[in-house]
């Protein structure tokens, strides 16, 4: 079955360290992917998506994912979280034998200290 | 810029009620979505919608619901007798046209069906 699944489920960090949240999707031929992030209140926004070429992908706001394809991956990094950045995130995948249908992973929540 | 809008933010009904969660996508997009995220689970898909018909659904859009574009710009989703499990945050969404476009969410109507 298509799923797609996020590793870390509630992650807290201070202020200035690095980030990196996990997701894997199961295969089920060409994918792509996007992560979104959802602040406190907010709507679900876009962070960033890969559809082909470079599997380093540069999103809004110092955000940034790498796609690789043998472990089936699309890791979110940023190298210094701000207090800012407190939110959801979640890693989602379509695949192109649907209908354009989002499958979400079960979220992060990331809480960054003062 | 162009955002996708719902009402109410907040519906309350009582179960066995109908209830009708309305949706104004953005105005040039094709495709349009219902997603529901009950509390503390992951955002599931619902139904997608193009060309006036319905181009996919999940397990979940059983006979109860039913989606509808009435006038080319509101996009509807009801559920004709609500239960206590339907309760969820409803979120609907709409992209352009193509694969690889994306997905634009609006901020939920979250249902409590009591």
């Known amino acids: 079955a298509q799923s797609v699944s996020q590793h870390n489920h509630h992650v807290i960090l201070s202020e200035a360290a690095s980030l990196e949240l996990g997701c894997n999707y199961s295969y089920g031929g060409t994918v792509n992917l996007f992560w979104y992030v959802q602040y406190p209140g907010q709507h679900l926004q876009l962070l960033l998506k890969?559809?082909?070429?470079?599997?380093l992908v540069k999103g809004i706001k110092g955000f940034e994912a790498e796609f690789i394809k043998s472990k089936f991956s699309f890791n979110l990094r940023k190298p210094s979280v701000q207090w800012s950045d407190t939110a959801e995130y979640f890693c989602?995948?379509?695949?192109?034998?649907?209908?354009?249908?989002?499958?979400f992973g079960q979220g992060t929540t990331l809480q960054v200290k003062p | 810029e162009p955002e996708v809008t719902q009402t109410p933010s907040h519906q309350v009904t009582q179960m066995g009620q109908e209830v009708i969660l309305r949706c104004v996508p953005i105005?040039?997009?094709?495709?349009f979505y219902w997603y529901r995220q009950i509390l503390g689970q992951k955002v599931e898909f619902l139904v997608s919608?193009?060309?006036?018909?319905?181009?996919?659904k999940s397990e979940i859009f059983d006979d109860q619901f039913s989606v509808e574009r009435p006038d080319g710009s509101n996009f509807t989703l009801k559920i004709r007798s609500t239960k206590l499990e339907d309760s969820a945050m409803y979120f609907c969404a709409s992209r352009p046209q193509a694969h690889t476009d994306t997905q634009y969410f609006g901020p939920g109507t979250r249902l409590t069906v009591l």
């Open positions: 989602a995948v379509t695949y192109s034998s649907n209908t354009g249908k989002l499958i």
């Open positions: 105005s040039n997009h094709l495709y």
């Open positions: 919608f193009y060309n006036n018909e319905i181009s996919e």
């Open positions: 890969y559809f082909s070429g470079d599997p």
